[in-house]
């Protein structure tokens, strides 16, 4: 079986998340690149683990969530869709045609906020990636550059994030704490609505609650 720890050594894979980090960052984005992508893997796989997924499906989400992100040195729009073929292509003779499956659709679905969580790899790289958001995701340093940008702004108040399961409560919650000088609790729910309903989406496909935390709110 290929594990993420083969997919992380493909030179392919390699080349494609090096290239999409540059381009985005270029368009002063943030990190796209192999500490978000090592994130999700890692949260992704943690996830699973929690809910009780099998040991082969662990492993899937950790390779969708390392793989996901790796289209947007295509292009930005429509990152998801080339994210899944490039997959199919560096893998389709590694992997049993079901598993190659299942990662091209979650990592198409990921971005994706019409269409329906339809696996549980879909969903839990939904929310591993989703849920990504902190300080250290924003490259620029200009903090004057950083406030003209929302996404940016969002970020970079984020001084502290923490995703859990909990099975016996069904609850997968985040919790964050903003640093409301910097923006205001509003200006995360201006971009991070559609994310949060996505999640809620996600969680509720694998039987769970999703719970959103800021500063000590339960605001889901
Ligand atoms: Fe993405
Ligand atoms: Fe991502």
Same mark, same amino acid.
């Given at each position: ?18 290239? !999409?980090?540059e ?8 990190d796209?690149?192999? =500490?978000?992508?090592?994130l ?11 809910? #009780?997924? !099998?040991n ?9 969530g ?10 930005r729009? =429509?990152?998801?869709?080339? #994210?899944?073929l490039?997959?199919f292509?560096?893998?389709k ?32 790289l939904i929310?591993?990636?989703? !849920?990504?958001?902190?300080r250290?995701?924003v ?16 970020n ?6 923490k ?18 000088d910097?923006?205001?609790v509003?200006?995360y729910?201006e ?30």
């Open positions: 079986m290929l594990t993420l720890a083969d997919v992380q050594r493909n030179p392919y894979i390699n080349t494609f998340i090096q290239r !999409s980090k381009a985005l960052s270029f368009y002063h984005y943030t796209h690149g192999f =500490d978000h992508v090592n999700v893997a890692k949260r992704a796989k943690e996830l699973a683990k929690k809910i #009780g997924l !099998s082969v499906e662990q492993e899937l989400c950790a390779i969708a390392f793989c996901h992100d790796m289209g947007n040195f295509i292009d729009i =429509d990152h998801e869709y080339w #994210g899944a490039l997959f292509e560096v893998f003779n590694k992997m049993p045609p079901k598993d190659l499956g299942l990662v091209m659709q979650a990592i198409a679905n990921h971005d994706n906020y019409k269409a329906k969580v339809l696996s549980p790899i879909s969903a839990v929310l591993a990636d989703k !849920s990504d958001v902190r250290s995701r490259i620029i340093k200009n903090k004057k550059l950083i406030q003209t940008d929302i996404h940016n702004r969002v970079f108040a984020v001084t502290n994030n995703f859990k399961a909990d099975p016996k409560k069904k609850r997968i919650t985040l919790q964050l704490e903003i640093d409301t910097f923006v205001p509003m200006e729910f971009i991070f609505t559609q994310r949060m309903v996505q999640c809620r989406r996600a969680a509720k496909f694998l039987d769970y609650k999703f719970g959103l935390i800021i500063n000590n709110f339960k605001l889901l």
